[in-house]
């Protein structure tokens, strides 16, 4: 799926984005005949709500409160097809925001069959810079279509044809290390962890800007599939492991972002890809891995793998100093059930990093909230006759031990590990139903802030 803005010369029917608060003022400004039908057909403002006034097919949509410009973010798939354009929207949204919402909003995925019907084409809304919502807006739909995509099609390889892809355009450089090299090349867990497929487990490695430049690494868990291993996952819970990589999708997302800025970083993406797969030389519960670290880890689970290959890949991302880490990964469930699918949990030891992402994610809307790095909890990971434990001593708490698992590999304060779900269970305005980038937005609007470029 791409997404274009129509141009502006083409003829447009006028949508205005209503909210509660605003009803009155947008009435009177639509004509009596208009402002009576859509009094009579009972338009509120209520969030969601739409109305096609009589005479040239303009259209009232509900935004409710109005406290996202997400809120006008299902008007593509509500509106009749056809062009559009905004012809009034709450006063405190950006424009460049409202645009990002429109254009994810159009998203479908169409790999595997025709989408039902095409969704209303916008103008670009006055003020919004347009190529910041393009890049945005492509950036989540890389990150989008490749959770989307089933395991069959989405395996270590094709994970790593899927990041040659996205470097081409902008000259970056990819590297991958396969198989039994990874032993040779000591990222003994991600092969320990790889191994039992007959897709061989890799470390993928993006490289782009100038070394001069503020060197800045982004590690993605990228589980293509995680059958839990020889600890198998029932089912249902087996169900939706093809968006295991959903690490792995945010961080390629959002290097296509960076790129396409061009921000004056020196970017290294990493990526260690794996099917956590059974067969006869798959890893098992009491094991011992060594690591690239030199940390020994007993193997509590199996099912506990990601933390595993993030930990190789966290420890080659620190080996060359850089100014900040960031991981992202669908590492827990502990994380959904202390917040949900919507909210992405932040862990960092950095207080400045931490607030310059929750004002990030209030500015964009993308939503995150910090939990602890509490070191209290930090003796319930030491294993028995390893240096680490792969789950821990106990069943509580498991999003915070599996950030300190992290923090283990990690040799920099300048870090942050985010928990995300990497998945909409039900859609909302401007997310469909499906994969999804969550707080990857947050981070690339950081990103822009620190490294002095500005857009909209």
Same mark, same amino acid.
Not at 173 to 182: E, F, K, R
Not at 348 to 357: E, S
């Given at each position: ?12 029917? /006028? ?14 400004? @639509? ?24 005479? =040239? ?5 509900? @935004? ?21 354009? *905004? ?22 995925? !169409?790999?595997? %069959? ?6 209303? %084409? ?26 989307? /995509? ?44 790889? %191994? ?26 990228? &589980? ?29 997302? #959002? ?33 011992? +891995? ?17 933390? +595993? ?36 949990? *932040?862990?960092? =030891? ?13 500015? &964009? ?25 792969? !789950? ?50 947050? #981070?690339?609007? *950081? ?10």
């Amino acid at each position: 799926m791409s997404f274009a803005f129509t141009d502006a010369a083409h003829i447009a029917r /006028t949508v205005h984005l209503t909210a509660r608060a605003d009803l009155d003022s947008v009435l009177s400004g @639509v004509g009596e005949e208009a402002a009576r039908h859509a009094r009579a057909s009972g338009f509120s403002g209520k969030a969601g709500e739409l109305v096609v006034l009589p005479g =040239d097919g303009d259209a009232l949509y509900g @935004v409710g409160e109005a406290l996202s410009p997400f809120e006008a973010g299902s008007a593509p798939l509500a509106l009749p097809e056809g062009d559009w354009r *905004v012809g009034g929207m709450p006063g405190s949204w950006d424009p460049t925001v409202l645009a990002t919402a429109l254009g994810l909003g159009s998203y479908q995925f !169409t790999r595997y %069959r025709a989408a039902p019907r095409e969704p209303a %084409r916008f103008q670009l809304p006055a003020g919004a810079d347009e190529a910041e919502a393009l890049r945005i807006i492509a950036g989540v739909t890389v990150c989008r279509d490749l959770i989307n /995509t089933p395991a069959g099609d989405m395996l270590p390889s094709h994970l790593e044809e899927a990041a040659r892809t996205i470097a081409e355009p902008f000259g970056a450089t990819v590297t991958s290390i396969v198989g039994d090299d990874l032993l040779k090349q000591n990222y003994p867990m991600i092969h320990a962890v790889g %191994r039992a497929s007959t897709d061989a487990p890799r470390l993928i490695e993006l490289v782009w800007g100038d070394p001069s430049h503020p060197r800045i690494a982004l590690v993605g868990k990228g &589980v293509c599939f995680d059958s839990g291993g020889l600890n198998i996952k029932g089912g249902s819970n087996m169900l939706l492991m093809k968006k295991d990589m959903g690490g792995a999708a945010n961080v390629l997302g #959002l290097a296509a972002m960076i790129m396409d800025a061009g921000l004056p970083v020196c970017l290294h993406v990493l990526v260690p890809a794996v099917e956590n797969a059974i067969s006869g030389n798959a890893f098992r519960p009491g094991d011992i +891995l060594p690591s690239r670290k030199g940390l020994t880890v007993e193997i509590g689970n199996t099912d506990a793998e990601g933390r +595993l290959v993030l930990g190789d890949a966290l420890t080659r991302a620190c080996e060359d100093k850089p100014e900040l880490v960031i991981d992202m990964a669908t590492l827990t469930g502990a994380a959904r059930i202390a917040l949900g699918p919507e909210l992405a949990p *932040v862990y960092t =030891d950095d207080d400045a990093l931490a607030a310059d992402i929750e004002t990030a994610a209030r500015q &964009v809307d993308d939503p995150v909230w910090r939990m602890p790095l509490w070191s209290g909890y930090d003796s319930q990971i030491d294993g028995e006759i390893s240096d680490l434990s792969n !789950t821990g001593s106990g069943p509580m708490a498991g999003s915070i031990t599996a950030a300190l698992f992290l923090r283990r590999f990690v040799d920099t304060k300048a870090w942050v590990h985010l928990d995300i779900y990497g998945w909409n269970p039900k859609s909302r305005p401007g997310r469909p139903l499906g994969g999804e980038m969550l707080a990857a937005r947050a #981070l690339y609007q *950081v990103l822009k802030v620190r490294y002095g470029v500005k857009h909209g």
